[in-house]
């Protein structure tokens, strides 16, 4: 009699508990791979500009170059870069024969396309959109 007692507890204990929903965890958000050669045209005091953007990742970290049709920039390292929280920052340097100029970038991506600002400490500011080359 004791053991149909255990064997009724224990089938209403397991009853219970595949009735409850088993808390679920999820997987954290697989961040997006930026990998590749993105092109698109920015401003800038010189004129209309197209840039080109190489990206390549390894582990959780980026590094790149760019160019431009202006001839300012020619597979120009990508220096600083951080990928957090969707956005990817860097900087890079234009060189000319008198001076050097920090450009500062920030990026998000924008369903396929990467979104742009960038900066120089003179107040200079420009947007850009890039497509990804395929």
Not at 32 to 45: A, I, M
Not at 46 to 65: E, I, P, Q, R, W
Not at 71 to 90: A, D, H, I, R, S
């Amino acid at each position: 009699m004791k053991s149909i007692r255990i064997l009724a507890i224990s089938i209403a204990v397991l009853a219970i508990g595949i009735g409850r929903p088993c808390a679920q965890t999820q997987a954290p958000e697989k961040p997006p791979d930026l990998s590749g050669t993105w092109s698109g045209e920015t401003v800038t005091p010189n004129g209309n500009d197209v840039l080109t953007l190489v990206l390549a990742k390894k582990g959780d970290s980026y590094s790149g170059t760019i160019s431009d049709t202006l001839f300012m920039l020619n597979q120009t390292p990508l220096q600083g870069l951080k990928f957090e929280k969707g956005v990817l920052t860097f900087y890079f340097i234009i060189l000319t024969p008198d001076s050097e100029m920090r450009v500062d970038n920030t990026i998000k991506l924008n369903g396929s396309k990467l979104a742009g600002t960038w900066a120089t400490a003179s107040g200079e500011t420009g947007t850009y959109e890039l497509e990804r080359n395929k």
